[in-house]
């Protein structure tokens, strides 16, 4: 039975990938604003993409749309509120890891001392203390660090359940899993199901924080999957922009302030 | 040869003037904060206030209608196809974007009740004021909204919004630009679907 649904798995997968991994028509070289257009929206692979972004769309609508309007009506948003905090929590140590290769010491700081504060103080996550105490939250994952490396994004892809990315996000996305401490901790069946927990629920708690949202969009667009590639870049590109600006200087508190702007002051 | 008077003139007005800038600048931003605060108080006031769907739809309308350049933002968005458009389709175009606009804008923030917004630091880019807030709506996580004010000091206009990095008319400039690929760059495919789009709102 296993091996009758796998080579079926393996036929579809053969079919898909032989049949339509068809790729975009650039447009004829006379037309040089259509072929900057074309550059610009870097997506040589689109009828490909197109059909995983109509696979995961119907994955969405049937059971990641329902689960998360369900975990919204059950669940009061202070509640929602603390699984976000406990999960971003988890997420720390991958975080922490970042922010050093980034090269971007406040930034490890904030993370550090948000986990201290929040793990302690904050009941094991639940609570984001640390926001309210000036060390608020930011994002860090190694596809940012492979673009502060300066590795180019490379063109648009959708990938069957993880949705919009491109090669650099995709292969930082599988850096992080292996940088995440809880992919090693034990092989028992209770930690394998806690792992699987973790990954259900962040998907059903991603989902509901933009249900409003990705509902509007597939309202108001007239090609919701050109739209989502728009979002995601762009997205994207500030989170990196937001990294690349954090400058902030690490000198520690106790040090005195007024005299390191002597010393660093490029006036003087 | 220029004389000695003339040369002290021009170096006090080049000082005067150097000094004055950043105050200007400031003043400019501070204008355009006060303008998004305004607009910004209205569209919530509206929003959270009493009335039907119609009723608010009518308000909204007239609010962005005065406080966003929609005709400059409907141009944007149409891209490189806005000089292959004849008088008649941009015309056309033109006018189904002001009520697409609307009706998008009152589909994002019709159905809630309770929506706060706070304003951060503006600051100038270029030619635009760029002022930072933040928008809480009930069930969604707050998010950081940066309006681009045009013209900041004479006649302020929104041109664009974006939202936690994203620009809203880039992302419908986008949106266009794929469907008019996709339907052989014809402008009055568009327009017919715009069209409909606004019908099916009601």
Redesign the interface.
């Known amino acids: 039975m296993h091996v009758v649904i796998r080579s079926h798995l393996l036929l579809v997968t053969a079919l898909l990938l032989g049949n339509l991994a068809g790729c975009a028509t650039p447009p004829p070289a006379s037309d040089p604003?259509?072929v900057a257009?074309f550059k610009e929206?870097n997506d040589p692979i689109e009828p490909t993409n197109r059909v995983f972004y109509a696979i995961d769309d119907g994955l969405d609508t049937v059971i990641l749309r329902p689960a998360a309007k369900v975990y919204?009506f059950v669940l009061p948003?202070p509640v929602r509120t603390g699984v976000h905090n406990v999960l971003s929590n988890l997420g720390t140590p991958v975080q922490l890891g970042n922010d050093m290769l980034e090269g971007k010491p406040q930034r490890a700081g904030d993370t550090t001392m948000r986990f201290l504060i929040n793990t302690t103080a904050g009941v094991l996550g639940v609570f984001d203390l640390a926001k309210d105490w000036g060390y608020p939250d930011h994002d860090s994952d190694f596809g940012m660090t492979l673009a502060l490396w300066g590795l180019p994004e490379g063109p648009f892809l959708f990938l069957p359940v993880l949705g919009p990315s491109n090669p650099r996000d995709a292969f930082g996305f599988g850096v992080d899993q292996v940088m995440d401490p809880f992919t090693w901790v034990g092989k028992g069946v209770a930690v394998r199901a806690l792992d699987w927990s973790r990954v259900g629920i962040s998907a059903v708690d991603e989902r509901e924080?933009h249900?409003?949202?990705i509902d509007?969009i597939k309202?108001?667009?007239?090609?919701p999957?050109?739209?989502f590639?728009?979002?995601y870049r762009?997205?994207r590109?500030?989170?990196i922009?937001?990294a690349r600006n954090d400058n902030r200087a690490t000198i520690p508190v106790w040090f005195p302030q007024s005299a390191t702007e002597v010393v660093y002051s490029p006036s003087r | 040869m220029p004389n000695r008077r003339n040369l002290l003139i021009l170096a006090t007005a080049t000082l005067l003037s150097g000094s004055l800038r950043p105050a200007r600048a400031q003043s400019v931003a501070d204008g355009a904060r006060a303008f998004v605060k305004a607009t910004g108080d209205k569209l919530v006031a509206v929003v959270n206030g009493p009335g039907t769907p119609q009723q608010k739809r009518g308000t909204l309308t007239q609010i962005i209608e005065s406080a966003v350049d929609v005709d400059g933002v409907a141009r944007f968005c149409l891209g490189r196809f806005w000089r292959t458009a004849s008088p008649e389709q941009q015309k056309r175009y033109t006018e189904l974007f002001h009520q697409v606009l609307v009706t998008n804008i009152t589909g994002k923030l019709g159905e809630y009740q309770g929506v706060r917004f706070s304003l951060g630091r503006a600051q100038q880019r270029d030619e635009d004021t760029v002022v930072s807030s933040v928008v809480e709506r009930p069930n969604n996580p707050p998010t950081n909204v940066d309006w681009i004010i045009s013209n900041p000091a004479s006649a302020p206009k929104i041109i664009d919004v974006v939202a936690e990095g994203t620009s809203l008319r880039l992302t419908q400039r986008q949106d266009y630009a794929s469907y008019l690929t996709h339907n052989n760059n014809s402008i009055d495919a568009l327009i017919s679907a715009m069209h409909q789009q606004v019908a099916e709102a009601g």
């Open positions: 604003e259509a257009d929206t919204r948003q924080r249900l409003d949202d509007n309202k108001t667009a007239l090609d999957y050109a739209t590639r728009s979002l762009q997205h590109q500030a989170q922009e937001e």
